[in-house]
């Protein structure tokens, strides 16, 4: 079945640098949109970035430009690239995947998720 293993998180610092990996399973990464969503404590999951099947990128605003969405396609695996991170930036953070049209960031448009990664960043 279609799986999603996600990894990288940790706990560092505020400025620092993170770089998340979401690996998939029976499915090509070519194929689909694909997203990075977290969820803070008492807060709803929203979205971060997603990135289509033609490697069109989407960006959540509060994110700027410290975030970067990629895939590698030979190696099924997406990729979040975390830059000057803040301690607003703490949650768990999740990849999901859609085969549907289009590739919005609302977590609500996605169908398959992974179990989430830690990332805190202290002050």
């Known amino acids: 079945q279609v799986q999603l293993v996600e990894s990288g998180g940790a706990s560092v610092q505020a400025g620092g640098y993170l770089k998340l990996s979401c690996v998939a399973s029976?499915?090509?990464?070519?194929?689909?949109?694909m997203g990075w969503f977290r969820q803070s404590a008492g807060k709803k999951r929203e979205g971060v970035a997603s990135?289509?099947?033609?490697?069109?990128?989407t960006y959540a605003d509060s994110v700027n430009d410290r975030i970067t969405i990629s895939k590698d396609n030979t190696k099924n695996t997406l990729y979040l690239e975390m830059n000057r991170l803040n301690p607003e930036d703490t949650g768990m953070y999740y990849c999901?995947?859609?085969?549907?049209?289009?590739?919005?960031?609302?977590?609500?448009?996605?169908?398959?998720w992974g179990q989430g990664t830690q990332v805190t960043v202290s002050s």
């Open positions: 990135v289509g099947s033609d490697g069109t990128t």
């Open positions: 999901a995947v859609r085969w549907t049209r289009g590739c919005p960031i609302w977590p609500e448009y996605f169908t398959i």
């Open positions: 029976r499915f090509s990464t070519n194929s689909a949109c």
